[in-house]
């Protein structure tokens, strides 16, 4: 599996190695093909904000947006890579989620990180036993990080 990651910040604090290999290990519990791309950027607010409202026609940047490409369920061939699509992370709006909600920003990005990577894999949360479904197997895909690292 290939994973991209690439921060328009500058400078970046992150550790984008971690985000790579989180991005890795939520893909291979998703059992998505071994020939698999996914993208991640790591944007600013400024950013973010447009995105959102080009995109999503909302005001104000969000914590994560995805954007599918290739249906996962699709037959990979040998010739061409499976592009799932695009992840874009704000780790200023996760800073002020995680300060909200009383966790650390690691735990906040993991979430995120692991909520795009589900989207990509085909989950959505329209309704409310979707929205169950998903945030389940992202908890459960962050807990098993967690033990593994």
């Keep these: 599996m290939n994973v991209w990651i690439v921060s328009h910040r500058d400078p970046e604090p992150l550790n984008l190695d971690a985000?790579?290999?989180?991005?890795?290990?939520?893909?291979?519990r998703e059992v998505a093909p071994d020939n698999s791309e996914v993208s991640i950027a790591v944007v600013d607010n400024d950013e973010m904000a447009q995105l959102n409202e080009r995109y999503r026609d909302k005001k104000g940047p969000t914590d994560v947006l995805s954007f599918p490409?290739?249906?996962?369920t699709m037959v990979p061939t040998d010739d061409e890579p499976l592009t799932l699509g695009d992840i874009v992370i704000a780790p200023l709006?996760?800073?002020?989620?995680?300060s909200d909600l009383g966790h650390t920003v690691e735990h906040e990005l993991n979430h995120l990180l692991v909520h795009g990577i589900l989207h990509l894999m085909g989950y959505d949360h329209v309704d409310d036993e979707d929205a169950r479904h998903m945030l389940t197997r992202q908890t459960v895909i962050v807990q098993a990080w967690t033990i593994h690292v």
């Design 19 to 28: 985000f790579v290999d989180l991005a890795r290990f939520a893909l291979e």
């Design 69 to 72: 490409c290739d249906e996962p």
């Design 93 to 98: 709006v996760a800073e002020k989620n995680a």
